[in-house]
């Protein structure tokens, strides 16, 4: 009977690659026994509470901390001066600037953090801080960044020089001293020539907003100074732990063997969680202070306030082309705000992120990008919320030039887009602004999603709809979002990306035990992902072991091997490149124990599902199981015992996922009220590794498009007071405010990447903004609206109905 | 969203709270669901140093319909409204309500008394219950008193109850004809940007009475005796319903915030007033 398991019970044993596999993280966050960072809870622990500015901009008079003193169970207030014997009251940014930890002499945004309280109780934190005094002399606030360019007003005097003008930056030189950076890409005096002689060209100008990436769990640390042996030991809710080690041993001198640093379970990062905070730093000063552990953990209205934002860009585009629509060139400037400090979490060489891949999914053969980044008194940030560098604002623009080039062709955009596609087999194909794309199949994907949701169909039920309107038959116009994206992920080569000279490889190391299960530790952590689920399956096609025999771990500094962390999608191309390489070590051992097993040459057995099999004698075989067993226990001559194998992978180039994404809405003209009647997203993100998984992640992103594209807001007033501090203002969707999705896949494999795995958890943000943002401006266009900026909350798109007399 | 040290109390009877309010004035303040007041503390834009839970007073949580009659307890739940099918049955619109507060979660804490006696525009009980022509009745120091709801809101979070008195209940007259409660707002959990209650009545073939309050379009809810009166005699045809909105847009008086502007405001109330009158003269 035993003999009747058949390979497909084998396959399905293994819960590899392609399966829906069940998230086993799921039975501990569902049961409510998940460890984060404000879980940690150790032996006489303090807390620590920020002062933070009222204002937008000010200088700080005087900072009196008696009173707070007083306070019975306070234990310390630590100002600048307190850190600046340390070097500690300026911190680095991933951007190649520097950032204030505790506000030196003036400040520069509301919410900045002014004084450190540390007190033996959270509620006595809290208290002590309303009795710190700070004297502030109000300043001229900055918010709008062109004014910023033009104003006398200096809002970073340690940037100037001796003569006060702008000193160069970590980029080169800057025009004034509000000025952070011009970054380039591209030519511009061939696409000002392109674009001189062109046929058409159209032009629009938008603003994409300020964003908060918003994780459900804020950030936070805890930080225990062992004096006895020397030993700092962080935990916290970090993207990328290993780089924190790094960092934090530069910053503090204490060496890298000396530091811990434990990243716990994490409640969705979204890149909010890739910077290093003032609050880590302030907890780790506090307990080397005060010889005990410390913890900080932000509030909602202080993540909201202080902690990175996304986007904030001001994009202007001129695309150009021939009469009937191929694209002949592409020219795009941005002005983006990054805040009072530049502390853009981006590869050291990419001020802008990945923002060249502006040219999209289209065969642009010339293009400019041209990105100049601002001073102003906002908080800090502008980290890549649920994408790529810079990614989907890239993706945004190239896919609102498309709709608005189409309306100026009188062309239908869907058509426009096939025109313009990068055909299959220019793949590799090196884009204007730099970029060598892997692989892609974009109009077989574009062509099932159109079929999929009868796009013909649409148009002309829309057609009916506009006659109907103007009938004064309803209130109600439709529009049809079309996006068709290209993502840029996977950071990345060693020689083009690195952060603060770390080179972004990423790393696996797997143990397999004697009974044939397995412990596989990388250099990434996930925020939600899934990666203890995931990446089993990817070593149980790889080495034959059932994905339930594999624990994955990850966070700890002091067991996992080095990896640059989680974000831009960068996990499954890189790490989980590093996974099948390790994997595929530790077949090629388990190739030879086989082998001898058997007796029989190495080149005599075959893998097979679950074991080594000798080829053409397929009853002989040794299962992987019994080849574990035999590497610790059985003396083979010329290897070593034991199972064990490590691998370190830098990518060849980046992986490039793309898609075919419609939005059908209903939008009452009279309320602003949208509707979303229908939601269709093509994902090809190469190989699939568990399709439920992928589902999970497309849901999840789509449902943050939706919230950045229909109200999801960062606001200031003209005074740099923030208006969405709360989640009564600040826009996140619950499960009544998001439409059933509908997900379609192609697979086009990465040819570079071991598996063929693209990575997927950021390309339904990407892809979803434009979409829904399209489907808004699209019902509208039959009256004359050729763009209308995010976010399309009801009153904007009341204001758009009004602008164009729809309610006249 | 820590709030500032508070002593907690927890009476077992209504004397007991009197005279906590008594001893302690403005700095004491009752608490029923808390999901106002709470979350003010957390942001210390409250600072209440003794705070009085309710939940220990037994006989707050009634709901009675006699004889036509509807009295609710201060301590009844927008879940327990929604659940009652007597409530349901007598008082349609009350339901329609509570189904627009905030989510599940918030609507098994949040209090009918809590939603009137705060007094925050936002709420939307309290233009409900000016279009029911509801009285709140209220304890104090020198005993019992009743208030109608259409005299009870004086400005935004101010209203007619004194520091030392409790609101304990609501009663007013079961509604005939039809109904409607229309809201609008960005996502569930949010305040309207313009909500509208209307109940009205219908004789031969025309509106015999009507009731109509606007909720969030001003710094109190506003019950618009001119909305009213531009329906009667008629049967809501479009010339109606547009005197109506005018009459709306005489009385209310909202502010900018991030919900849009006064413009689209004043927009949304109108449009938002029409298809509650539609809905309610369908329903007749």
Redesign the interface.
């Known amino acids: 009977m035993k003999d009747e398991v058949t390979r497909e019970d084998r396959v399905a044993n293994l819960k590899g690659m392609g399966c829906s596999r069940k998230r086993v993280e799921d039975a501990r966050f569902t049961q409510g026994k998940g460890n984060y960072v404000d879980d940690v809870k150790l032996p006489g622990m303090l807390h620590g ?1 920020f002062v933070r500015s009222p204002y937008a901009h000010a200088r700080i008079k005087s900072i009196n901390i008696d009173a707070a003193m007083a306070l019975p169970g306070v234990t310390a207030v630590l100002t600048a001066k307190d850190l600046e014997p340390l070097g500690l009251h300026w911190m680095p940014t991933l951007a190649g600037d520097k950032q204030m930890v505790l506000a030196d002499g003036k400040v520069l945004f509301q919410g900045q953090e002014v004084a450190f309280v540390v007190a033996a109780d ?2 006595v ?3 002590a801080v ?1 009795l710190v005094e700070v004297e502030y002399e109000e300043l001229e606030v900055l918010v709008d960044p062109f004014k910023a360019l033009q104003s006398d007003v200096s809002l970073r005097e340690d940037t100037l020089d001796a003569d006060g003008k702008a000193a160069d930056g970590a980029h080169g030189p800057r025009k004034h001293p509000n000025h952070i950076f011009k970054w380039e890409a591209g030519d511009e005096a061939a696409t000002d020539q392109v674009m001189d002689s062109a046929e058409v060209v159209a032009t629009e100008e938008m603003y994409y907003h300020r964003t908060h990436p918003c994780p459900l769990e804020t950030c936070g640390s805890v930080a225990s100074m062992d004096k006895v042996n020397g030993k700092l030991t962080l935990w916290g809710t970090f993207q990328a732990p290993h780089v924190v080690r790094t960092v934090a041993s530069l910053l503090s001198g204490i060496e890298e063997h000396n530091i811990r640093v434990i990243a716990p379970d994490i409640g969705g990062g979204f890149g909010n969680k890739v910077g290093v905070y003032p609050g880590y730093i302030c907890s780790i000063v506090a307990s080397i202070v005060t010889g005990l552990p410390v913890k900080w953990v932000e ?3 202080e993540n909201l306030m202080s902690t990175a934002f996304a986007r904030d860009y001001w994009m202007k585009g001129k695309i150009s082309a021939t009469k009937d629509g191929k694209i002949t060139g592409l020219h795009c400037h941005v002005t983006a705000d990054h805040g009072a400090f530049d502390a853009c979490a981006d590869p050291t060489k990419f001020p802008a992120g990945f923002m060249n891949i502006c040219t999209g999914s289209y065969d642009i053969p010339v293009a400019y990008l041209g990105v100049d980044g601002v001073y102003t008194n906002k908080a800090p940030g502008g980290v890549s919320y649920r994408c790529s560098f810079r990614v989907t604002e890239a993706v945004y623009f190239i896919e609102r030039m498309i709709e608005v080039l189409a309306i100026k062709l009188n062309m239908d955009p869907a058509e426009l887009r096939s025109k313009n596609f990068i055909k299959k087999d220019q793949f590799p194909y090196q884009a204007a602004l730099g970029w060598e794309y892997d692989s892609g199949d974009y109009q077989t994907a574009w062509d099932k999603a159109l079929e999929a949701v009868d796009y013909k169909g649409l148009r002309a039920e829309q057609a009916q709809r506009v006659e109907d309107f103007k009938a004064g038959k309803t209130r109600k116009l439709m529009g049809i979002g079309l996006t068709f994206f290209t993502e840029i992920v996977g950071a990345g080569p060693v020689k083009n990306c690195d952060i603060l000279g770390m080179g972004m490889f990423d790393s696996c190391e797997i143990r397999i035990h004697p009974t044939g299960s397995a412990v596989a530790r990388l250099g990434t952590i996930s925020q939600g992902q899934g990666h203890a689920t995931t990446f089993a399956q990817i070593l149980a096609t790889e080495v034959g072991l059932p994905a339930d025999s594999i624990t994955i771990e990850e966070g700890d500094t002091d067991t996992a091997p080095y990896g640059l962390g989680t974000y831009g999608s960068r996990s499954t191309p890189v790490a989980g490149a590093a996974t099948a390489m390790a994997g595929r070590k530790i077949r090629a051992k388990a190739q030879m124990i086989a082998a001898y097993l058997l007796e029989v040459h190495d080149d005599d057995v075959e893998f097979d599902v679950d074991r080594f099999v000798v080829k053409g004698a397929p009853e002989r075989f040794k299962t992987m199981k019994e080849i574990a067993y035999a590497a610790y226990n059985q003396a083979i001559p010329g290897l070593e015992p034991g199972l064990e194998a490590v691998s370190y992978y830098d990518p060849p180039n980046m992986t490039y996922p793309f898609g075919a994404y419609v939005c059908v809405m209903d939008i009452d003209v ?4 949208p509707e979303i009647r229908r939601f269709y997203a093509l994902d090809d993100c190469g190989t699939r590794i568990n399709p439920m998984v992928i589902d999970g992640q497309i849901h999840g992103g789509l449902t943050e498009a939706l919230a950045v594209a229909l ?1 999801q807001e960062i ?1 200031y007033d003209d005074q740099g007071n923030v ?2 501090g709360t989640l ?2 600040f ?1 996140l ?2 499960a ?2 998001v439409p059933n999705y509908e997900t379609d896949f192609t697979v086009t494999p990465s040819p570079h990447h071991p598996i063929g795995a693209k990575g997927v958890g950021e390309s339904p943000h990407v892809g979803g903004v434009p979409c829904f943002s399209n489907a808004v401006q699209d019902a509208f266009r039959p009256f004359g609206n050729t763009h209308t900026n995010m976010p399309h ?3 904007r798109i ?2 758009t109905a ?1 602008d164009l007399g729809l ?1 006249d | ?2 709030p ?2 508070f002593e907690y109390y927890r009476p077992a009877s209504m004397e007991d709270v009197i005279a906590l309010l008594e001893e302690h004035g403005d700095d004491a303040r009752v608490m029923a669901g808390g999901h106002s007041l709470i979350p003010m503390m957390k ?2 834009m409250a600072d209440i140093p003794h705070l009085i839970d309710l939940q220990g007073i037994d006989g707050l949580a009634n709901i009675t319909v006699e004889n036509g009659k509807v009295t609710l307890g201060a301590m009844v739940t927008q879940h327990n409204i929604i659940g009652s099918d007597a409530l349901t049955s007598a008082v349609p619109i009350l339901r329609e309500a509570a189904l627009q507060i905030a ?1 599940p979660q918030v609507r098994y804490m949040g209090t009918i008394g809590g939603n009137v006696a705060n007094g925050d525009p936002g709420n939307d009980m309290p233009g409900l219950m000016q279009c029911l022509n509801a009285e709140f009745h209220l304890i104090g120091p020198d005993g019992e008193r009743t208030v109608e709801a259409r005299d009870f809101y004086e400005a935004a979070y101010m209203t007619d109850r004194e520091d030392e008195e409790v609101l304990t209940g609501i009663s007013f007259d079961a509604p005939s004809g039809g109904y409607a409660y229309e809201k ?1 707002k ?6 309207a ?1 313009a909500a509208a209650a209307v109940q009205m009545t219908k004789v031969d073939g025309v509106v015999a009475t009507a009731s109509i309050a606007m909720t969030n379009l001003s710094d109190v809810p506003v019950w618009s005796e001119a909305t009213a009166d531009a329906l009667i005699g008629t049967d809501c045809n479009e010339g109606a319903v547009k005197a109506a909105i005018q009459a709306m847009l005489g009385d209310i008086d909202p502010t900018e915030d ?4 006064v ?2 405001k004043r ?2 109330a109108g ?2 007033l029409g298809r509650a009158i539609a809905r309610a003269w369908s329903r007749t």
Request: charged letters at 30%.
């Open positions: 509470d959270r509620y934190a809290a208290d309303e509030d909602r209205m009279d309320t602003g009220v109200g606001a208006k969405t009564m203002d826009f969707p619950t009544w405010e909350d009801h009153w009341w204001q009004n309610h | 969203m820590i500032a040290e942001l210390r989510d609008q960005r996502k569930i959990g949010d305040y940007t991030n919900r849009g502007p413009a689209f927009h949304a449009i938002v």
